[in-house]
């Protein structure tokens, strides 16, 4: 019988040559750590670090905890921080997003003083401090007012970047949001401010950790009316192109591991640098089937954030920041 002259797996028979030629890589530098930062006073055993319980391994911090975490990211080497805060106190439109000593302002301000080579990103939304856990203003009718919304994006932008953050990431889902935010921060002389848009940013059952985390939970209806439909690629293509012409200087696909056919396309539709959110239920569900003894969690982790790179994403934002760069720098 005639044997094959093409063997695809002569490259494949040692780690030398599997690694020669790779396509794809993964790094530390490469990942963006979210941090729920609050200024809600505990004590006890937990003072400082309020575990999750929906999120193994994942806490509530306070401003000093949280500077202790960006003091190891840095020595770990990965890219950023994202914030979100979790205010104490809470009122109808979310005034503590923009409040010059509410708690991500503050927390901006510590991190940056304590780590100042490390990048800082903020959430840009209202949610996590309005008493009814929408993104906007409500109108009379209940709904979300998308134009009434924008000023309070802006504003809170601005208070970011006035604390010292290095981008801010609005994440409401507002039309207009982009641009109103960019206007607003060139208005008040930080035209150097990034922004990294939310822009496909789709209504998902992989949320419901993180809306324990950050005390989000809508307390009445649900956000189908301003994030996206699950179902829906080309709409997340166009999405993203209203936010480059908006001023968007990058883009991002939430969540990441079903949707890694959209954050190739809008890759290849934009050209921007593609931010990919490894949302709070996939980290959930991978703590979970590791700690069942389902999946070995070290491999798992990798194979999805290496699927990420592969798709099209330059930096993935993930709860698995930290333990991902201790894994990855035993491979090296």
């Excluded at 997340?236 to 696909?253: I, N, Q």
């Amino acid at each position: 019988m005639a044997f094959p002259r093409t063997r695809m797996r002569r490259l494949r028979a040692s780690a030398g040559l599997r690694g020669l030629v790779r396509e794809t890589d993964l790094s530390a530098g490469q990942l963006v750590l979210p941090l729920f930062v609050t200024d809600a006073q505990t004590s006890g055993p937990h003072a400082g670090r309020e575990p999750i319980e929906a999120m193994p391994g994942v806490q509530r911090l306070s401003i000093g905890a949280a500077v202790e975490e960006a003091r190891q990211a840095a020595e770990l080497g990965l890219a950023a921080l994202m914030l979100f805060g979790v205010p104490a106190e809470k009122d109808e439109q979310g005034s503590g997003a923009w409040e010059e000593e509410g708690v991500v302002q503050l927390a901006v301000a510590a991190i940056k003083q304590a780590v100042p080579e490390l990048l800082v990103m903020t959430d840009v939304c209202l949610c996590e401090y309005t008493t009814h856990g929408h993104c906007g203003v409500l109108g009379e009718d209940g709904t979300v007012e998308n134009d009434a919304t924008l000023e309070l994006l802006a504003r809170t932008a601005v208070s970011h970047a006035r604390a010292g953050a290095d981008l801010v990431a609005p994440s409401d889902m507002m039309d207009g949001r982009v641009g109103a935010i960019r206007e607003e921060l060139d208005g008040e002389g930080f035209q150097e401010i990034p922004i990294l848009a939310y822009s496909a940013k789709f209504a998902s059952a992989f949320y419901g950790p993180f809306r324990e985390a950050a005390g989000s939970t809508p307390a009445f209806g649900d956000r189908r009316g301003y994030q996206m439909d699950p179902a829906n690629g080309r709409e997340a293509v166009r999405e993203a192109l209203l936010d480059v012409e908006e001023g968007a200087d990058m883009v991002m696909v939430k969540p990441a591991l079903a949707y890694g056919d959209l954050i190739s396309a809008i890759k290849q539709a934009t050209g921007l640098p593609v931010a990919a959110y490894n949302v709070s239920g996939e980290y959930a569900m991978v703590k979970a089937a590791a700690s069942a003894g389902y999946l070995d969690e070290v491999s798992t982790v990798l194979e999805i954030l290496t699927s990420l790179r592969r798709a099209g994403a330059d930096t993935i934002i993930t709860y698995h920041a930290k333990d991902a760069a201790r894994w990855l720098a035993k491979q090296t």
